[in-house]
């Protein structure tokens, strides 16, 4: 990483910015002694703006200062009450709250590992995940203890409303590095099997941090609003960029769209941190419109179709940004507003450092316009699944999984996942291509098209159509729309309008559950 670029971004975005002495050099030497990792971030902010809000969520708030007593605290707890100790896999099945945050701080300052456990899974999954992360420890919220009903009777585990107790009567005593840092374990999306997990990278620098915030304008002291599921790879990811920021990460324990925008605008939070599907919600909310603070609404995690990307600027303003990228490649690229605007549905562009190429199923490079395999390239890459599996790698470029092409302008524009491509009659179709058809109707809410067995053509199309309350719209009407747009063979044979589609706890569609058993 170009070292000029990060102290420019940085100074741009006033992270590097003067302070006093005194706390400036604290907090570059607990940078020095723990890393750029979560800790190792929370103690840099705590020793240079201790009494700085660090995490608000419905029931308590606590500044920096708080945090790294209560994590020290913990830590130690947990380490002579609850035997945890370096190299350890405890799981976390939590919705976010700053019990979470302060659970994960503690795990990893131990040398531990926090393997983070989606709150959507099924309990013969929740049961898998223990057993394939051979967890020996699981804190979960009281909410989730009828997903426990399958987890082996002897895998200790301990109500995170009990924490505060364990807090309250631990030593507050400073904890040393360990001898190999501590790490968080992302769990994939468990849509097409049993989840897997994921070791995410620490962080070498602040190199990471200028990258994304080059591309995306967050400032130090950023107020985020975090709707994203913290166990998400999107929600960590703004939970990291906060507290490199010194910032204040905002939450709700679940997402309800009135309740995350009456928060935003109660907290003055400038920044908003989603999934796509949380957007559709916030729209149809009763109170939907500006809030005046802010400034960045910023997406990942799955598909942000082009209507909805227009239909939530023209509510909202031109705050939204759309990145790109995967639990196992970190980032991609980046979709500014003026970008999604131009060019609706598009993915936009590699921000510094990072690399995106277009390939063949031999590993040729595409020409512009072409689809092929999407690869990835930059300083987050993953460092493999915890079962000792990786993905497929061309030279330093990651496999995404996913199919894309670039546009003449280098823009980025993603066609679907490699295993979601439709051959029909010998013709390649692209059910995201269709969807984004679909989508601009006016009467319909959401839709997924997949492929399903055709005795003639080997593939044909189907679509999934949610609409609006009290709208109408038939079949035919949706195959001539289509018709009217794209290719012949691209048009659904089959139309299916449902209530509502079933997604999983990060909004992602899960497409096996479309089809009947």
């Not at 987890?151 to 301990?158: E, I, K, T, Y």
Request: proline share 7%; hydrophobic share 45%.
């Amino acid at each position: 990483m170009d070292a000029g670029f990060v102290l420019r971004t940085l100074a741009r975005r006033k992270v590097l910015h003067p302070g006093a002495p005194g706390r400036v050099v604290r907090q570059l030497n607990a940078l020095r002694r723990w890393g750029f990792g979560l800790y190792g971030e929370m103690r840099s902010a705590a020793a240079r703006d201790p009494g700085k809000q660090a995490i608000v969520d419905e029931h308590r708030a606590v500044t920096y200062g708080e945090l790294d007593l209560r994590v020290r605290r913990l830590a130690n707890g947990l380490r002579v009450e609850l035997g945890v100790r370096p190299g350890d896999r405890v799981g976390l099945l939590c919705e976010n709250s700053v019990t979470m945050i302060e659970s994960m701080m503690a795990i990893v300052a131990l040398g531990a590992q926090a393997v983070l456990v989606n709150t959507g899974l099924g309990n013969a999954q929740v049961e898998a995940v223990a057993h394939d992360q051979g967890l020996q420890l699981l804190l979960h919220d009281e909410t989730f203890l009828g997903m426990l009903a399958a987890v082996p009777a002897g895998l200790p585990r301990q109500s995170t409303e009990r924490l505060e107790e364990l807090i309250g009567r631990a030593p507050s005593d400073e904890l040393a590095p360990p001898e190999q840092p501590g790490s968080i374990v992302v769990l994939t999306s468990g849509t097409t099997g049993a989840p897997k997990g994921a070791r995410r990278r620490n962080p070498a620098g602040l190199g990471p941090l200028a990258t994304v915030v080059s591309r995306i304008p967050l400032n130090a002291g950023e107020r985020m609003f975090v709707a994203a599921p913290l166990f998400h790879t999107w929600g960590l990811a703004a939970l990291q960029l906060c507290l490199a920021l010194r910032g204040t990460i905002v939450l709700n324990r679940r997402f309800a769209p009135a309740t995350a925008l009456a928060s935003v605008r109660a907290q003055g939070c400038t920044s908003l941190f989603a999934v796509p599907v949380m957007l559709q919600r916030i729209l149809e909310a009763p109170d939907a419109g500006p809030a005046p603070s802010l400034k960045v609404v910023a997406v990942s995690g799955s598909a942000l179709t082009g209507p909805l990307a227009t239909r939530f600027m023209d509510a909202f303003g031109d705050v939204l940004y759309n990145l790109y990228g995967s639990t196992e490649a970190s980032w991609a690229s980046i979709a500014v507003p003026a970008e999604l605007r131009a060019a609706p549905g598009t993915a936009g562009r590699p921000p510094h450092g990072t690399r995106v190429a277009i390939l063949s199923s031999a590993g040729a490079p595409q020409p512009t316009g072409a689809v092929g395999r999407i690869f990835v390239g930059n300083d987050m890459l993953f460092e493999g699944y915890t079962n000792g599996t990786g993905r497929e790698y061309h030279g330093d470029l990651i496999a995404t999984g996913d199919l894309g092409h670039l546009d003449p302008d280098g823009l980025l524009f993603v066609d679907g996942r490699e295993d979601d491509m439709v051959i029909s009659g010998g013709e390649n179709v692209y059910p995201a291509s269709v969807e984004d058809v679909i989508a601009e109707l006016p009467q319909v809410r959401e839709v997924a098209v997949a492929g399903v067995p055709d005795p003639e053509f080997g593939q044909r199309l189907a679509a999934w159509i949610a609409l609006h309350p009290g709208e109408a719209v038939d079949a035919d009407a949706v195959r001539e729309y289509v018709r009217h747009r794209l290719a012949r063979f691209s048009v659904p044979r089959d139309v299916y309008f449902v209530p509502a589609l079933p997604r999983n706890a990060t909004g992602k569609i899960v497409r096996r559950q479309l089809f009947p058993s």
